[in-house]
């Protein structure tokens, strides 16, 4: 990947490839990204019930290595890394020294001492600088590797069926969470069996040398399975549907992950101290004790769509704030995520609605997901 000038956008491999097919291009995260190659609308239908493809480069690799490797990411992330085994991922999140989340990460087993962090575009080198930073005494190495990686994605329930006709891996042994060697169309490739958008899908680490031929390789193998490419619209309110969090919007510095209903991924019996751990421990009592605001799900009962930072309401009080909104195409209705005051968090909870521009929108509280596929 690279960049063409200090203040422009990077773009990924694949960049001269979405502009030949038409993509609205876009700047997200230092990246210039596309956005939508027709009707997001139908990019999100086709993901849902036959399959969508998605250059997902931007993303942040960073490798660890070393004798201490396992023993530096269980130091500087909450999760316990040391019981992943060897092919599998993890869901992770790195903290601050308050608890705040920085990101939340996969990590990768790919060796004895080998790991692959993931991190989000935009928080990528401040991850970077933390695992190198929180390094310093470990016999492992942090690397920067989001140049040596482009990453393409297959999200459908038709995936498998694409991705089969392409590889000699074994994807049905391939567990959700899993990621192992392979090759792909004559591609060396990382086949992770990981994704955001709530179906079965497939993430492919490659060279960005590689990225456009797999991209055509497999454009022309699911050309018969309905496969579309998709752009970061449809991402978003996939992942929306899904109750998938965003960093920036359900997740944040100002959250600890016991705020975000995410307390699970949080590891205390690990062997060793890791950074945040004594605010953490004082999180999950507060939690325990006075539940902070809920994140919940809310479905709109008329036709305004709600957006992020929009203030919930209920009986003439704020009691709330959307953090991600969109038109629902699985569900024909505007959806949100909020977190709101834990009295008003029970799905089917009376009297609850949106400001929106003034009027107080109707809205039902539901449980998360909006979306669940069928397995």
Known sequence: MSSTEPDRPRRTALDALHRSLGATMTDFAGWDMPLRYGSERDEHIAVRTKAGLFDLSHMGEIT?????????????LVGNIATVGLGRARYTMICQA???ILDDLIVYRLGETEYLVVANASNAQVVLDALTERAAGFDAE???????????????????????SLTDADLEGLKYYAGLPGTVAGVP???????????????????????????QALTEAGADYGLVPCGLSCRDTLRLEAGMPLYGHELSTSLTPFDAGLGRVVK?????????REALLAAAERA???????????????RRVPR????VVAGGEVIGEITSGAPSPTLGKPIAMAYVDAAHAAPGTAGVGVDIRGNHEPYEVVALPFYKRQK
């Open 98 to 100: 308050d608890g705040g």
């Open 268 to 276: 205390f019996e690990k062997e060793g101290d890791f950074v945040g």
């Open 189 to 215: 490739a990382l086949i992770a069996r990981t994704g955001y958008t709530g179906e079965d899908g497939f993430e492919l680490f490659v060279a960005p040398g590689d990225a456009e031929k797999l991209w």
């Open 308 to 311: 992020a930072g929009y203030a």
């Open 288 to 302: 325990a004790a006075e539940p902070p605001r809920v994140l919940v799900g809310l479905v709109a009962e008329g």
């Open 142 to 164: 942090v690397r920067d590797d989001r140049d040596s990686y482009a990453l393409l994605a297959v999200q459908g329930p038709e995936s498998a069926g694409i991705l089969k």
């Open 64 to 76: 660890v290595t070393g004798p201490q490797a396992v023993a530096l990411l269980n130091h500087a």
